[in-house]
């Protein structure tokens, strides 16, 4: 879609999160660049541990704390993120920026009406009667499909369903109506009929109001359905970035080709065994030199001790950018196993050891 | 699995429902198993492969409870109704539904993990569903499990050793052999015999699901039952752990029961397919059949509901959403349990519960408004056996206008 809008509503440079620990450093996102538009999906995908949600949560300033070290920048509407103070990110919150988090029942509070939680959010937000942030709170539960809007208000979230929850937290992210809308795994713990509802209204969301939307999943079928762009992380680090359709299409990375390789889907042949990537994400306490991936990759030489940068590698797809130093000529024949893309098993399957 | 005297343990005795005394607090409000019983012979035969489990309009009810001093009881949950279905030895038989829909508790129900309120197990031919503690014990050697949680599910404060010694003793492993027989299991699973001196946190989620696994396995299973073993792990691991699960079912000739929500790893691993939705079995199908021509609507909605992983596909596909959520287990609606979302739902559907009705060999689908089947095909249908007692007798309705279609996975337009 609008891939290269003439100011991107956010724009990320060089991000890296780190948080001092008893065993030493963890280098949660390590160099991470992304913009997003106006109207543009942004899906950031990547196994548990790649720093997908750390990525996002530090965007609003969730991850500070006396053990968290920042570089690099990520700036809203030509506002600085990273460094801003406690009360600048209040203003951006709500209306600039909105956050829909990945477990509906940990992040509404038990003990009060979730319609007090939406008036709540709104009115920190803007300078509203109560009467009317009820009013608008109607709107919003209606809005993202909750029937019987005005009584629900008064039910406490044990009395909603998982779906139903998910609803909520989205109804109270876009109840003062954010340009940016960060949603981590929004529909990982629903069933697959509420996920399709739910993306339903994240995609009327894009629609009506022209948010942006970061989508954290580690699920491609959601990103096929709903994402412009995507960015791939591993351990850390983007490892690759494109369009829907160089990631799908066109995929760069073998750690790409690996997670394309490996979902079971209901649309292609049931073949005798999944082509799986062999071993482990590496711990981020012990990320290995060079490559993050060079442990896990068969295709890995000599080259990948060393880290390659995030850049453009293909002359001819100007949108794709990647970390991976084999040549983009080699690629093509190495991604294919069979006839879908996937990553290549090493000669014996080692086991896993100590 | 030959050391154990395999099903020669307990055929003679049990055939009365004379319930044993021990824990049997089950003796359903409503029981009319006993009657047509017989026609369940004792080790039914498919082609040349044994039946291995054979559910027989299995009900699990959990009773609702209020009452300050003296309980009463006022409504009962219907987990699991009326589901009747076998599984073929060396066979995966795949069980997919949304959450609540009650495929936990049915495999839980299985091994008695949940006693059931009536209906029978028959395994190997035997029934188990009325064995005391002490008789279930050589039946619970063949029939394992593996929980969702791997985490959950293995005890902290216990070494790998020692959570595989316990089930190598029971399986009778001499003393001296145990450390052995852990190491052989550990290295079936893809893990290197030196980690039974650790402690479950040490792993990561795949290779605790690996243990998890090699702990079933350790008592020489002829059945597992497999409880969304893949949901909780990475895409890369799943891969793993599924294809691990394949390699041994083919050296082990093992049968499984995979319980998911996933319908794409669920057509990976199976042979066959029962969808379930609010203890009611919707549909059972031949693995392949059941995603290039389903006949249920509600499969057609998961089906259609699933995201593929490919931007193309998911542009051009039509794409059936189902509004709403599953209805209330303990109240659920009367006739036909998906009648309230379905797209195609008529009057029929309200009034009276479609019989399990079978279409093509081996795929049935309890439905008024079959998709994806001829008329000459409807017309050739049958009641199966494995309706539910409360379902009505009527054949799916042929009059004109029902939308019969033989088109594959699309539903028409959800026009109203």
Same mark, same amino acid.
């Given at each position: 879609m609008s891939a290269d809008a003439p100011a991107p509503l956010l724009d990320v440079e060089g991000l890296k999160v780190s948080f001092a620990t008893e065993d030493g450093i963890v280098r949660a996102v390590d160099g991470v660049s992304f913009t997003v538009g106006a109207g543009e999906v942004v899906a950031v995908v990547g196994e548990s541990g790649s720093g997908k949600s750390v990525t996002a949560m530090t965007l609003l300033g969730l991850t500070r704390g006396p053990n968290s070290i920042f570089e690099g920048t990520a700036t809203f509407e030509g506002t600085e993120l990273i460094g801003a103070s406690g009360k600048q990110l209040q203003r951006i919150r709500g209306a600039g920026i909105a956050m829909v988090f990945q477990d509906p029942m940990s992040s509404l509070d038990p003990v009060y009406r979730v319609g007090d939680q939406i008036v709540e959010q709104i009115r920190v937000h803007e300078k509203v009667s109560k009467a009317q942030a009820m009013d608008r709170a109607v709107e919003m539960m209606e809005r993202v499909g909750i029937p019987r809007a005005k009584e629900r208000l008064r039910s406490y979230p044990h009395e909603f369903s998982g779906g139903m929850r998910q609803r909520v937290m989205i109804a109270m992210a876009l109840s003062c109506s954010p340009r940016l809308l960060l949603a981590d795994e929004p529909t990982t713990a629903l069933d697959v009929t509420i996920q399709a509802q739910i993306l339903d209204e994240m995609r009327t969301l894009r629609q009506e109001s022209g948010a942006g939307i970061i989508l954290v999943t580690h699920d491609l079928g959601v990103v096929a359905d709903i994402a412009d762009r995507v960015i791939v992380m591993y351990s850390g680090r983007v490892v690759e970035q494109g369009t829907l359709d160089d990631i799908f299409y066109n995929p760069q990375h073998p750690y790409t080709w690996g997670l394309l390789g490996s979902i079971t889907r209901i649309d292609a042949d049931r073949s005798q065994r999944l082509p799986a990537i062999a071993g482990m994400p590496p711990s981020v306490l012990r990320a290995p030199k060079g490559c993050h991936f060079r442990p896990r990759c068969p295709h890995a030489f000599d080259k990948c001790g060393e880290v390659p940068e995030l850049e453009h590698r293909q002359p001819d797809v100007p949108t794709s950018l990647d970390r991976c130093w084999l040549p983009v000529a080699d690629k093509k024949r190495?991604?294919?196993?069979?006839?879908?893309?996937?990553?290549?098993?090493?000669?014996?399957?080692?086991t896993v050891s100590a | 699995?030959?050391?154990?005297?395999?099903?020669? +343990?307990?055929?003679?005795?049990?055939?009365?429902?004379?319930?044993?005394?021990?824990?049997?607090?089950?003796?359903?409000?409503?029981?009319?198993?006993?009657?047509?019983?017989?026609?369940?012979?004792?080790?039914?035969?498919?082609?040349?492969?044994?039946?291995?489990? =054979?559910?027989?309009?299995?009900?699990?009810?959990?009773?609702? %409870?209020?009452?300050?001093?003296?309980?009463?009881?006022?409504?009962?949950?219907?987990? +699991? $109704?009326?589901?009747?279905?076998?599984?073929l030895e060396g066979e995966?038989?795949?069980?997919?539904?949304?959450s609540g829909c009650g495929k936990t508790t049915l495999i839980r129900a299985l091994v008695r993990l949940i006693e059931p309120t009536s209906g029978s197990v028959r395994f190997d031919g035997a029934d188990i569903t009325k064995l005391g503690r002490k008789q279930m014990e050589p039946i619970r050697r063949q029939m394992?499990?593996?929980?969702?949680?791997?985490?959950?599910?293995?005890?902290?404060?216990?070494?790998?050793?020692?959570?595989?010694?316990?089930?190598?003793?029971?399986?009778?492993?001499?003393r001296n052999q145990i450390q052995q027989e852990a190491g052989t299991l550990l290295d079936r699973v893809g893990l290197a015999q030196d980690v039974v001196n650790r402690f479950p946190h040490e792993f990561s989620g795949g290779q605790r699901q690996r243990i998890g696994i090699a702990r079933a396995l350790a008592v020489n299973p %002829?059945?597992?039952?497999? @409880?969304?073993?893949?949901?909780?792990?990475?895409?890369?691991?799943?891969?793993?752990?599924?294809?691990?699960?394949?390699?041994?079912?083919?050296?082990?000739?093992?049968?499984?029961?995979?319980?998911?929500?996933?319908?794409?790893?669920?057509?990976?691993?199976?042979?066959?397919?029962?969808?379930?939705?609010?203890? %009611?079995?919707?549909?059972?199908?031949?693995a392949e059949e059941l995603y290039t %021509?389903?006949?249920?609507?509600?499969?057609?909605?998961?089906?259609?509901?699933?995201?593929?992983? @490919?931007p193309n596909q998911n542009r051009s596909r039509e794409r059936v959403v189902v509004s709403g959520e599953p209805p209330n287990p303990i109240n659920p609606p009367s006739g036909c349990r998906f009648h309230t979302r379905c797209p195609r739902a008529s009057e029929i559907c309200r009034t009276s519960e479609p019989p399990l009705t079978e279409y093509a060999a081996?795929?049935?689908?309890?439905?008024?408004?079959?998709?994806?089947?001829?008329?000459?095909?409807?017309?050739?249908?049958?009641?199966? =056996?494995?309706?539910?007692?409360?379902?009505?007798?009527?054949?799916? $309705?042929l009059s004109p206008g029902t939308g019969l279609q033989s088109t594959p996975v699309s539903a028409p337009a959800t026009a109203a």
């Open positions: 190495l991604r294919v196993i069979g006839d879908q893309i996937g990553l290549a098993e090493p000669a014996e399957p080692e | 699995m030959t050391e154990s005297g395999d099903g020669g +343990v307990q055929e003679p005795q049990e055939q009365e429902p004379t319930a044993p005394p021990a824990d049997e607090a089950t003796v359903a409000p409503a029981a009319p198993a006993a009657a047509d019983q017989a026609i369940a012979a004792d080790a039914r035969t498919n082609g040349d492969r044994q039946v291995l489990l =054979d559910v027989d309009h299995l009900q699990v009810y959990f009773p609702i %409870k209020a009452g300050v001093i003296i309980d009463r009881q006022i409504g009962q949950v219907h987990a +699991v $109704d009326d589901v009747s279905f076998d599984l995966t038989l795949g069980v997919v539904g949304e394992q499990m593996v929980f969702q949680d791997p985490q959950a599910s293995l005890n902290p404060r216990k070494r790998i050793g020692q959570i595989l010694a316990t089930p190598l003793q029971i399986r009778g492993v001499a %002829k059945l597992v039952l497999l @409880d969304e073993p893949v949901s909780a792990l990475d895409v890369s691991i799943q891969a793993q752990v599924i294809n691990l699960l394949d390699e041994l079912q083919h050296e082990l000739s093992l049968s499984y029961v995979f319980v998911a929500h996933d319908l794409s790893v669920v057509r990976h691993v199976s042979d066959r397919i029962v969808v379930m939705y609010l203890g %009611k079995l919707m549909e059972v199908s031949p %021509k389903p006949i249920h609507p509600y499969t057609t909605a998961l089906l259609s509901a699933i995201p593929i992983p @490919d081996g795929h049935l689908a309890a439905c008024h408004h079959p998709q994806n089947v001829t008329e000459s095909e409807i017309a050739a249908s049958t009641r199966s =056996d494995q309706s539910s007692r409360s379902s009505g007798s009527e054949t799916p $309705d």
